[in-house]
Antibody, heavy 118, light 108 residues
């Protein structure tokens, strides 16, 4: 199983951050899995952003919920993150990960650094 | 909001035993998970469902829970174990994921 994040590395303040995670070696439609976004601000710990089921059901961190949208594209084996109205505080390495049943986050992408700056 | 509390740092001499704790009110109702993150790398799952080890994880890493505290034990610590370790669980509804603040393990 491999996951790979992609998207702009630089986003202007107040704009929307958009990232995509491409999954190989597993099916987005696998009913055991939730597809997850996690971020890590520079020098800080891990923060769960949310996850999406293949059906489109989503679960978001309450602290980010008003700005987050996740979607899934099963034919492309991809899932995506949109975070609106970004500020410098959203500068972070963004990881996508697979949550598989009770094993939780057993596969992770390598992470992608997104910097919010003008 | 629900929180998991870890010590910021733990030091251990090579060959000795290190214990990293994680306190949270949802234990033991909810499972504890542990991730190892080496510098510049993505986290790796090392313990799931309190004490189970994924394939490929050394037996010297073990997990346990007691009351409201989960513990990651590294027996016979090696230089390669030096990393940040994060505990993770969920709120009592099982819906929302929470990570601890992380513990930097130094082997010296």
């Amino acid at each position: 199983v491999q996951l790979q994040e992609s998207g702009p590395g630089l986003v202007n303040p107040s704009q929307t951050l958009s990232l995509t995670c491409t999954v190989s070696g597993d099916f987005i439609s696998n009913s055991d899995n939730y597809w997850t976004w996690i971020r890590q601000q520079p020098g800080q710990g891990l923060e769960w952003i949310g996850y999406i089921y293949y059906s489109g059901d989503t679960y978001y961190n309450p602290s980010l919920k008003s700005r987050v949208t996740m979607s899934v594209d099963t034919p492309k084996s991809q899932f995506s993150l949109k975070l609106t109205s970004v500020t410098a505080a959203d500068t972070a390495v963004y990881y996508c990960a697979r949550k598989r049943g009770d094993r939780n986050f057993d596969y992770w992408g390598q992470g992608t650094l997104v910097t919010v700056s003008s | 909001s629900y929180k998991l509390t870890q010590p910021p740092s733990v030091s251990v001499s090579p060959g000795q035993t290190a214990r990293i704790t994680c306190s949270g009110d949802a234990f033991p109702k909810m499972y504890a998970y542990w991730y190892q993150q080496k510098a510049g790398q993505a986290p790796v799952l090392v313990i799931f469902k309190d004490y189970e080890r994924p394939s490929g994880i050394p037996e010297r890493l073990s997990g346990s829970t007691s009351g409201t505290t989960a513990t990651l034990t590294i027996s016979g610590a090696q230089a390669e174990d030096e990393a940040d370790y994060y505990c993770q669980s969920a709120d009592t509804t099982g819906t929302y994921v929470v990570f601890g603040g992380g513990t930097k393990l130094t082997v010296l």
